[in-house]
Each structure stands twice: as C-alpha cells, then as structure tokens.
C-alpha cells in the first residue's frame, strides 16, 4: 500500500508542477480522489482514529509528491528558460487533451445544464484579466531576490500562494497553471532551484508561499469541497473555464521570465512536444487500470 500512495503522490506532483492538469485530475483520473478529499477534512477531526488514518494515507501520499516534486522542479528549472516555447507547447497539450476528459467525466453533471455555461465564460475572462493585471504582465519579468521583495508584492505571493494550493484538489485546472495566470510559475519555479543550490536569498518568499498555501488550505479546502458537492454543475463549467482561459496565460509565459522572451506565437509553437502533452494526458487516463487497491 505504500508503493501504491508513494506512486499516486509522486504522478500527482508531476502534475502539479507543471501548467495543464492538476494532481486533483490525477487523483480523479487514478480513482483516489474522493479518498483524497476526505482525508484532507479529517485531519481536523475530533475522532482521533479517523484523523490518524487520514494523517497517515496524507504522509504516504506527500513523500511521493515531495519526491516528484524537487525532482521535477529541478529538470523543469534547468531547461526552462532555454526552451521555453517547448515546453510552452507541452502546456498547450496538457490542457487541451485535459479538457474533454473533464467533460468525459463529468458528463452527468455538465448534460442538460447549459445554461451554467455562463460560468464557462466567467472561468475564461477570470483568468485572461488576471493574467493581463499581474505584476509581469509589463513585460520586465520577476525578481524573487530578497533585496526585491516589497511589501506589496510579499502581500501579493501570499495571497496567490493560498489560491494556487486550492486548484490542487480540483479536477481540473493545476496550482502551476495558476502561478502561470498570477506571473509567478516561472519566478518561484527559479527561486526553488535557488534554494535547493543553497542561495538562501530566495528563501524568504518561499517561507512567504508556503505560508499562503498553509493559509489556503485551511480556509478554501471545504469551501470548496462543498461548492463541489452542492453546485457542482456550476463549478465544473467553471473550471472548463479556467482550463480554457489559460491558454492566454501560458502563450504569454515567457513574458514571466527573469529576462523576459517574447509571447510564443504559431511560428514558435513546438507541435512535436504538443502532441507529446496530449500522449502524457491519455496514457495517464489508462493508468486508472494499472494503479489501484
């Protein structure tokens, strides 16, 4: 059973550190969602066996996904700026493919509900203003150096530190696709390479992130857990519209880098690595069969 969590950790870490799809469609497309979720409530439980047993699946899941994690910040780190239209591309398939699985199977709560496709658009205009307003949008990149920070810009990696951890358990949009909305994937992605080759300068807004995404665990996991539960039509739409929004975000990713590079464009659109984010996406949907109880 550990092997199985460590496994299940490890793909959703994957998941959620890169753009496209989250560990939330992971844990959904594995079949551990549910189980997922109601740990997560239960690690607040008053009944100490339910909490242990909640705390103890978590652990097992959390050194897979710690694991996945730093070794996937670390490869994405070394080649992002030198091939960033690449990977841009693979960005571009992970959602693209990501989105008629949603709609694959979410088919009952999406059928003959179209009037909730308001929310679609509201998804799609949500992400494409933040991605405009935020704090790369000018084009000069993001500085995370402690000698950079200002209060307004700690205040604001708080607070998107507490929205991306959200996305991690819906099935749907990924916390990278997020930070890639808010301006700061590529900046914290550079800052944890950073840290890890010991330049503790960076540390600082790290410590200010991680404090967000405590903080958004604690106030949005059963918020949005019950929006799921009461009004999931409405959310789901929702969330498809979030995952189409982002390709604006995600077009305009190299803007974000420390030297910033041009939008990608069709002439810099790597189709190679598009269709390769599309072949990821569906081989996961069969690893359903493959990694189970």
Do not use: C
Request: proline share 3%.
């Amino acid at each position: 059973m550990f092997i199985i969590n460590f496994i299940r950790g490890f793909i959703m870490s994957l998941a959620d550190s890169v753009p496209g799809v989250s560990g939330g469609t992971i844990a959904f497309i594995l079949g551990f969602y549910d189980k997922f979720i109601n740990s997560l409530n239960l690690i607040v439980s008053k009944n100490k066996e339910e909490r242990n047993e909640a705390l103890f699946f978590l652990i097992k899941l959390g050194i897979g996904w710690i694991t996945g994690f730093i070794l996937s910040v670390l490869f994405l780190s070394s080649i992002f700026d030198s091939h960033i239209y690449m990977i841009s591309s693979l960005f571009t398939g992970f959602i693209l493919f990501s989105i008629p699985l949603i709609i694959k199977e979410e088919r009952e709560s999406l059928a003959g509900k179209y009037k909730n496709i308001i929310f679609t658009l509201l998804g799609a205009l949500l992400v494409i203003g933040i991605s405009y307003m935020n704090p790369s949008s000018n084009g000069n990149g993001l500085n995370l150096a402690i000698g950079s920070l200002s209060i307004k810009l700690v205040i604001y990696i708080f607070i998107v530190g507490a929205v991306a951890i959200s996305a991690m358990v819906l099935p749907g949009i990924s916390g990278s696709t997020l930070l890639l909305i808010f301006g700061l994937y590529a900046p914290i992605i550079s800052s944890i390479k950073e840290v890890l080759s010991f330049n503790f300068s960076y540390l600082p807004v790290l410590i200010v992130f991680g404090l967000g995404v405590i903080f958004g665990i604690v106030a949005t996991i059963r918020t949005i857990r019950k929006l799921l539960k009461n009004s999931r039509s409405k959310m789901i739409y929702f969330i498809l519209g979030l995952m189409i929004g982002s390709f604006y975000p995600v077009f305009m990713g190299a803007t974000t880098l420390k030297i910033p590079q041009p939008a990608m464009t069709l002439s810099t659109f790597n189709w190679i690595f598009f269709i390769i984010g599309g072949a990821i996406i569906l081989g996961l949907e069969k690893l359903k069969n493959v990694i189970s109880e």
